[in-house]
């Protein structure tokens, strides 16, 4: 297998929504905006090395609203390369002019079959009802048969409502378009299916003797697939994928209660155990690289330092740190909160070397 490099990348700092469960508290003050010089070094880089490579535009702002974004995806879609793009966006409301430009703009473009398009969805700002319509209407009309992946922010005072505002949205999107909404708890993959009934199987054992709030709410954390078909018939227009994704404590996050508990992974030992193909490094607008989940580990700037040297870097501060699990004797829990305390105390240490 060869390696594949994934990208996080971060198109912009821009938001002007100012949702309640933003992680990154981003705004529109100061505004940074990653470059399409900044996409044509890596993918010169990468190109040399003959590596292929993953990115998802995503958050820390909106990428709709990166000034240069078309010019960005088009760079890195006519990489032969780039086997898989992503992007995740809280989409348009009615009003939102300029973002709707540039959401038609990437469907028209033309590597639009190697995107994979993702929509944040949640009760924590009133307009995510329009901006799914929008983003499902938008699709439809655009004639090409997709996949929409619907990432529903939940908390535990609101998961009930925040599925049935998302379920709601997509039938009255449907209706007012003319065509059905079907409803299935598995996919289309043998793979979906095993998904699905190891979660079931995992969430009736851990509650055998408790069939109460746990069970309900754990259940509402299984994705369910939707299908948009013409009426009297069984071809879709549009999959969409319901996705729910839980929230943690940080940016204006820090203010909510009652955020359910997922499992928790390690960004900066990813790829460590013996996976060799696999690497994953976060890129800000500026073109600072750092680690998945901690952005305070720095790896280097696209730009000043090698895109293949930063790997490395990531793959010596992970060592470090699997090291100083294991020394540390407190014995706690993998997979936990803990790891990020050893993490941190790694990244204060003055005399921390990743070269």
């Not at 990468?46 to 993953?54: F, H």
């Not at 996976?275 to 305070?296: K, N, Q």
């Not at 696209?302 to 040297?309: A, D, R, V, W």
């Not at 014995?331 to 990244?347: A, E, G, S, Y």
Request: aromatic residues 10%.
């Amino acid at each position: 297998m060869e390696k594949i490099l994934n990208l996080s990348l971060y198109p912009t700092s821009r938001c002007d929504t100012g949702c309640s469960h933003c992680m990154d508290d981003c705004n529109m003050s100061n505004p940074q905006d990653f470059k399409v010089a900044m996409a044509r070094q890596i993918i010169d880089e990468t190109g040399l090395k003959g590596v292929d490579l993953a990115v998802l535009f995503t958050g820390y702002g909106e990428p709709l609203l990166a000034p240069d974004f078309i010019e960005i995806v088009e760079a890195f879609g006519s990489y032969k390369g780039t086997k898989d793009m992503g992007i995740i966006t809280s989409g348009f409301s009615d009003k939102d002019s300029f973002r709707k430009s540039q959401f038609r703009n990437l469907l028209n473009g033309s590597c639009v079959e190697k995107l994979n398009i993702s929509q944040s969805f949640s009760l924590f700002h009133p307009s995510f009802p329009e901006r799914l319509k929008n983003i499902i209407e938008a699709m439809i009309n655009d004639g090409q048969k997709k996949e929409l992946t619907v990432r529903i922010c939940l908390a535990v005072d609101n998961y009930r409502e925040t599925w049935e505002t998302a379920t709601r949205s997509i039938s009255d999107i449907s209706a007012k378009m003319g065509l059905e909404h079907r409803v299935s708890f598995l996919g289309w993959s043998e793979d979906d299916r095993k998904k699905y009934f190891f979660w079931v199987q995992k969430f009736i054992e851990e509650n055998r003797h408790s069939y109460d709030l746990a069970v309900e709410l754990e259940s509402y954390l299984i994705p369910q697939w939707h299908y948009i078909v013409k009426k009297g018939a069984d071809d879709w227009v549009l999959a969409i994928i319901i996705q729910p994704i839980v929230l943690e404590k940080v940016g204006r996050a820090k203010k909510l209660y009652n955020i359910p508990v997922i499992d928790f992974s390690c960004g900066a030992l990813g790829g460590y155990f013996g996976d060799d193909d696999f690497s994953a490094l976060t890129i800000f607008p500026d073109g600072t690289v750092c680690s998945e989940c901690c952005h305070e580990i720095l790896y280097g700037k696209i730009g000043e330092n090698s895109l293949f040297e930063m790997d490395r870097r990531r793959m010596v501060f992970a060592k470090k740190l699997f090291g100083s699990i294991l020394a540390d004797r407190r014995m706690f829990k993998w997979l936990t909160r803990d790891i990020c305390r050893v993490c941190q105390n790694l990244v204060a240490e003055k005399s921390l070397e990743l070269g």
